[in-house]
T-cell receptor
Framework: QQPVQSPQAVILREGEDAVINCSSS?????VHWYRQKHGEAPVFLMI?????EQKGHDKISASFNEKKQQSSLYLTASQLSYSGTYFC??????????FGTGTSLTVIP | DGGITQSPKYLFRKEGQNVTLSCEQN?????MYWYRQDPGQGLRLIYY???????QKGDIAEGYSVSREKKESFPLTVTSAQKNPTAFYLC??????????????FGQGTRLTVV
C-alpha cells in the first residue's frame, strides 16, 4: 500500500531545481505532499485531487496523473530552507492515508 | 490554539512491557492515524480511525492496539508482542479526507526506545 518515492536522496546547490516522484500501485483519490525537518513533525505543503491538476506554492509545485497513479513535486530555484525529507501522502480510500518512503533533500550553499 | 498533542516526547520501555502513547487533538477532526517512522522506510500506517468507537488496521498493526472512545483521543498501545518497537511514532488527524484541502495535521511525535 505504501507508495514509492524516487529518488531516495538528492543534494542540490542553492538555485538548482529538483523533481521528486511518487508512484502508487493503487488507484488514488488524492495526493498530499509534506516536508519534515529533522526531529520535527511533517508539515503540509499541498494537496492535489483527481483531475490532473497542478498546484503551486511559492517555487514549489506539483502535478498528479491519476491514470498513471503518479505525482511529482517540482522545486525550482532551491533555497537552503527547502532542506528536509519530503513525503507524498496518498489516499486510496476513506480515510486511509499512506505515506511514501520519503526523499531526503539537502540544499548546500 | 488548536492542534494535536502527543505525549510523552521520549519513552523508554523494558522488553516485555506494554506501553501506551497518548494522542489528543482539539481540532474537531473525525479521522485520526498512527504512523511509525524508521530510517529509510518513510511513514508506515499502523492504525486509523474514521469515527468514535471504530478503527481499522493499517499495514503494520501486529503488536499494536488502539482505542477511540472519544473523538479527541486516539491512544496507541505498543504490546510486548511487537518484536521491534524502537521507533519514532507520529499521530495525525484530518477532517474528511474526501473533501478539498483536507490536510493531515501531525503531532510532534514520541520516540520510543526499548532497553
Amino acid at each position: 500500500q505504501q507508495p514509492v518515492q524516487s529518488p531516495q536522496a538528492v543534494i542540490l546547490r542553492e538555485g538548482e531545481d529538483a523533481v521528486i516522484n511518487c508512484s502508487s500501485s493503487k488507484a488514488l483519490y488524492s495526493v498530499h505532499w509534506y516536508r519534515q525537518k529533522h526531529g520535527e513533525a511533517p508539515v503540509f505543503l499541498m494537496i492535489l485531487l483527481k483531475g490532473g491538476e497542478q498546484k503551486g506554492h511559492d517555487k514549489i509545485s506539483a502535478s498528479f496523473n491519476e491514470k498513471k497513479q503518479q505525482s511529482s513535486l517540482y522545486l525550482t530555484a532551491s533555497q537552503l530552507s527547502y532542506s528536509g525529507t519530503y513525503f507524498c501522502g496518498t489516499e486510496i480510500g476513506p480515510p486511509q492515508f499512506y505515506f511514501g518512503t520519503g526523499t531526503s533533500l539537502t540544499v548546500i550553499p | 490554539d488548536g492542534g494535536i498533542t502527543q505525549s510523552p516526547k521520549y519513552l523508554f520501555r523494558k522488553e516485555g512491557q506494554n506501553v501506551t502513547l497518548s494522542c489528543e487533538q482539539n481540532l474537531n477532526h473525525d479521522a485520526m492515524y498512527w504512523y511509525r517512522q524508521d530510517p529509510g522506510q518513510g511513514l508506515r500506517l499502523i492504525y486509523y480511525s474514521q469515527i468514535v468507537n471504530d478503527f481499522q488496521k493499517g499495514d503494520i498493526a501486529e503488536g499494536y492496539s488502539v482505542s477511540r472512545e472519544k473523538k479527541e483521543s486516539f491512544p496507541l498501545t505498543v504490546t510486548s508482542a511487537q518484536k521491534n518497537p524502537t521507533a519514532f511514532y507520529l499521530c495525525a488527524s484530518s477532517t474528511n479526507p474526501r473533501t478539498a484541502n483536507t490536510e493531515a495535521f501531525f503531532g510532534q511525535g514520541t520516540r520510543l526506545t526499548v532497553v
